[in-house]
């Protein structure tokens, strides 16, 4: 009985569980560059290492080692892989430091001093970053875990007092050689949880997209390594500024990333572009008004000889008056994702009404308009960008019996003008059974209806979807030769990367000013460093 209540329990939460809108795997593929950036990074931290002064006695001889400096550091051999434990591990054997330091020595009168080079040699160092997500949904370093050893140390002493030196130099170079393991773990530990976690900090997790809706890539969980991957699960959804606790249901496909290939996928499923679609819905941005001189004037001419019949009606104080056209989504648009390419479906209302001056605007006619538009989306940088085009087009209205016929008949995008039976009526028959001519109220309006929208409306569009949303990346890394593929219900784009900024510039441009030293409170106590 136990059993089943733990499965119960287990599927329920399966069934709970949100699904995530965006995800990004970074392949072992991608390691390398990371490699090459972090290994920059981590030699000018160690740059920074301050070593205590050393002083000591050794019979009649004082002497005092001062301003010890790491002047040089060579990595030559480094690995750096996913770990299912650790997420990342980092491992360098063999390294080097040079140092210059400053020597003093006192016996009896006799006083010597200068500065001396010295070198550090068999530097071996072993760390992992944990990584995982904060209450807030971003992802951290949680915790470095460290080893560092420094196998031996040469000084080249010289001078008057150089017999002496060599003398006291196995006190002297065991002494540096103690302090300066117990200084390179606190090092890492503070460049990890401290500056690494500034770098993450440039990763968008919520935030305004425009004045209408903002985005929200909280993590799910937190990250998972394998021995070649480390995957990342994102809400990816949007919402509407105004009302930023309102959420869609995410009822999509769940998007996958079979491949290994590139240094990094992204994945979107279709619920990512309707969360997007809805939130402007709910916002009130689907909408358009054109006035007066605002309607194209071809198009004016057009409406007006349409609507002859209803105009002349009219008191004369309102035919001339300037008319207007409303564009308006009636409800939210939906995405199909398909192999064979992206579609966006729109129901939106048409209201063609004059407008006289103080007084009510008369309308003349509101119809229906069904449009889908083919979608490419292209990734560049580390904006995500979508193109649309308009592909079909359809108006009916159900004011009339007679407009009401108009609902068979679809206008298909392409060369030429076509009109195509749809299945919703039946045209009453005529001797020609493959072709009723729609309505003549609404024929003359297909053609100029979707030049409008194509010339007046799509670039408004195209201009704003274009401008893209930022992908969570942090600040400094770009997205380079991306290849957008299809899927059932989401569309995953594999890329390379490239370090537009160098890590030390990002990381001095965002470090908390408090952090300056890596001796701060941060830093691991110093059981953490090999000695």
Request: neutral net charge; charged residues 20%.
């Amino acid at each position: 009985m136990a059993l089943f209540g733990a499965l119960f329990l287990a599927l329920l939460a399966g069934a709970q569980a949100e699904l995530p809108g965006c995800k990004i795997r970074i392949t072992s593929t991608a390691l390398e560059l990371v490699k090459q950036e972090g290994l920059r990074f981590l030699e000018q931290e160690l740059e920074t290492i301050t070593i205590p002064d050393l002083r000591g006695r050794e019979g009649q001889f004082y002497y005092n080692i001062s301003e010890v400096k790491v002047m040089e550091l060579q990595l030559t051999s480094s690995e750096l892989n996913f770990q299912p434990e650790q997420e990342l591990m980092l491992q360098i054997n063999n390294g080097s430091l040079g140092l210059r330091f400053r020597r003093q020595l006192l016996y009896w009168f006799f006083y010597d001093g200068g500065y001396i080079n010295a070198s550090a040699e068999g530097v071996s160092i072993h760390t992992a970053l944990q990584l995982s997500r904060d209450p807030t949904g971003r992802m951290k370093v949680s915790n470095v875990s460290c080893q560092a050893s420094v196998s031996r140390m040469h000084a080249a002493f010289g001078g008057t007092f150089k017999k002496v030196y060599e003398f006291l130099s196995m006190f002297i170079t065991s002494g540096m050689r103690f302090l300066l393991n117990q200084q390179i773990c606190p090092v890492l530990y503070h460049a990890g949880t401290v500056l690494l976690n500034s770098l993450l900090e440039t990763v968008p997790v919520r935030s305004a997209v425009d004045e209408f809706v903002g985005i929200d890539y909280s993590l799910l969980k937190d990250p998972v390594a394998s021995a070649s991957s480390l995957d990342m699960e994102f809400r990816g959804a949007f919402f509407p500024l105004a009302d930023s606790n309102w959420g869609l249901r995410n009822r999509a496909v769940e998007p996958q990333l079979p491949e290994a290939e590139r240094m990094v996928y992204v994945a979107f499923s279709e619920f990512f572009f309707d969360s997007a679609m809805e939130s402007y819905f709910q916002a009130g941005a689907l909408k358009l008004s054109l006035v007066g001189a605002k309607v194209p004037h071809d198009l004016d001419m057009l409406l007006r000889a349409t609507y002859f019949g209803n105009i002349v009606l009219l008191s004369p104080a309102v035919i001339n008056s300037p008319l207007k056209l409303e564009l308006r989504v009636t409800a939210p648009p939906r995405c199909t994702i398909k192999p064979s390419g992206t579609t966006i479906s729109v129901t939106a209302s048409v209201t063609i009404a004059l407008v006289p001056p103080n007084q009510p605007k008369v309308k003349l006619s509101s119809m229906t308009m069904d449009a889908r538009l083919s979608a490419k989306m292209a990734l560049q940088g580390k904006v995500l960008r979508t193109q649309l085009d308009l592909r079909r087009f359809r108006i009916y209205s159900n004011e009339s019996a007679l407009e009401s016929l108009a609902v068979s008949w679809e206008w298909r995008g392409g060369p030429g003008l076509g009109l195509r039976g749809a299945a919703k009526a039946s045209p009453p028959s005529t001797g020609c059974p493959d072709f009723l001519p729609p309505p003549s109220q609404l024929i003359p309006l297909q053609a100029p209806l979707k030049t409008m929208l194509q010339i007046g409306v799509m670039p408004m569009l195209n201009e704003r979807t274009w401008r893209g949303v930022q992908i969570p990346l942090p600040e400094g890394i770009d997205f380079v030769r991306e290849v957008v593929t299809n899927h059932a219900g989401f569309l995953t784009i594999g890329a390379d990367l490239h370090f537009a900024k160098g890590l030390r510039e990002v990381i001095e441009k965002n470090r908390p000013a408090n952090t300056r030293n890596p001796r701060a409170p941060s830093a691991p106590p110093p059981s953490m460093a090999a000695v």
